[in-house]
């Protein structure tokens, strides 16, 4: 790899940091903002989602200006509506604007996921497109121990500490906008959304510096002809396309039941209910991150060796067996190990879906409809995800958290069956290639 190859890859990724920030900075204000303006459950479910449904909106609308305008601007834009949302967030007045703030920052993170794996995928030669697009997911998990360790060190500086938690965000959306400015745009999209194959080559050529002049000229070939297949003039939702959209919309509904947003939201408060100081709680919270991050690193080392499928696979079983033993520990009230048992589950979702979730959805579809594709399936993940916050503290209120842990167990055990019997394997695969994997020319 060469390295303008990544030094793009990283600053597109920067996205996926800032998408790990905004996601997990609210842990730390959650119960703070509760007691500030005195909110129900219910509301407080509904402030706390308030950003996911912004991803939704941010996801279902993301793949018009990534195909419109391209994958560069978009992701400028990106960078905006996170400036935005951070400043906002920090001087909310009230429940509303807060609210607003957050849905700002939630389109933002819609959006950019869709735009940032959808660009590093379209700028990787297949030998490393894995590595090189879950460089998107190991941003976010980064940005999450950040997230965590910032939460910390800001909780003991009095009553408005949770504002300068929302606000810091603000510093690493301002340098990541800068950055995006020296980005070139995707060769893909110009040669198939702006037809100027001349630019695409010239993009194509920095990239792929071992290719002479002839082989550039043919890959430029293969991925204008790309879009001549039969089903690019088909609608997204055609029978052509089926497998792949049942694939990504399971993988992205999976990704949600496992659990995983409401432990990464409800980190400290579920520690706390496990017995823990509410200082201790926000230390052992740091502990997920630091997981988080190992096994994400794990995981992308090994996704262009072993493949897709195989950590699937493995982050399955690990899910399967760290929930049922958070279920057991608050059935029984054992809470000396559980902590471990929820670093284990972080765990197996670094090393499985975390690290595959991204790249699986943007190589997946062909190139005309990959936008929408990839569009599609963030959209169901954050549908299940708003969905699970919102009713996650009424939840909690309502049942007794061993069933709730339970529940993920058995939404994993259906995953497992699923990657044994219908997952394909992608690795080392052009994106054009994919086309011929699932039959769907």
């Not at 996926?16 to 903002?33: C, M, N, P, R």
């Not at 500086?157 to 340098?175: D, S, Y």
């Not at 050529?205 to 000229?217: G, H, S, V, Y």
Request: some cysteine; aromatic content about 12%.
């Amino acid at each position: 790899m060469n390295r303008k190859l990544i030094l793009w890859s990283l600053i597109s990724a920067l996205s996926g940091f800032l998408f790990g920030f905004d996601t997990v900075v609210i842990s730390g204000a959650e119960q703070s903002v509760q007691k500030l303006w005195g909110l129900s459950d219910a509301m407080h479910g509904l402030v706390l989602s308030s950003a996911l449904w912004g991803t939704v909106i941010g996801a279902v609308l993301g793949s018009f200006p990534t195909d419109k305008f391209g994958r560069k601007q978009t992701l400028v834009w990106i960078g905006v509506l996170y400036f935005v949302s951070a400043l906002g967030s920090a001087i909310a007045p009230d429940p509303a604007v807060l609210m607003i703030a957050r849905f700002i920052g939630g389109v933002g993170i819609g959006i950019s996921t869709v735009a940032g794996p959808l660009y590093i995928s379209e700028i990787s030669p297949p030998k490393h497109r894995g590595r090189l697009t879950g460089l998107y997911q190991f941003n976010l998990v980064f940005a999450i121990l950040v997230a965590f360790v910032s939460n910390a060190l800001l909780s003991g500086i009095g009553e408005n500490a949770w504002r300068w938690m929302l606000g810091v965000e603000a510093i690493p959306a301002l340098l990541y906008t800068v950055f995006c400015f020296g980005l070139p745009e995707s060769p893909r999209w110009l040669i198939l959304n702006k037809r100027d194959n001349e630019a695409g080559k010239a993009v194509l050529r920095q990239i792929n510096t071992d290719m002479n002049e002839a082989e550039l000229d043919q890959l430029v070939k293969e991925i204008a002809d790309s879009g001549q297949h039969e089903v690019s003039r088909h609608r997204f939702f055609a029978k052509q396309l089926m497998k792949p959209i049942m694939l990504v919309f399971l993988l992205s509904a999976f990704n949600q039941l496992s659990g995983i947003n409401a432990v990464l939201y409800f980190a400290p408060r579920i520690f706390e209910m496990a017995g823990l100081a509410e200082r201790s709680a926000l230390l052992q919270s740091i502990g997920i991150g630091v997981t988080n991050v190992i096994f994400t690193f794990i995981g992308l080392y090994l996704i262009d060796k072993v493949g897709r499928r195989i950590l699937l696979l493995i982050g399955s079983v690990g899910y399967i067996t760290s929930l049922a033993l958070c279920a057991w520990s608050f059935a029984t009230e054992s809470f000396t190990y559980m902590p471990y048992f929820i670093f284990a589950f972080i765990g197996s979702h670094g090393i499985g879906q975390g690290a595959v979730i991204w790249v699986f959805i943007a190589e997946i579809f062909p190139s005309r409809h990959r936008a929408h594709g990839t569009s599609f399936g963030v959209s169901v993940h954050w549908v299940f995800a708003a969905v699970i916050t919102l009713i996650f503290p009424i939840t909690v209120s309502s049942f007794a958290t061993q069933y709730i842990f339970g529940f993920f167990c058995v939404m994993m055990v259906f995953q497992l069956i699923w990657v044994i019997f219908i997952v394909p394997e992608t690795k080392g695969r052009s994106l054009e290639e994919m086309e011929e994997i699932l039959a769907i020319k």
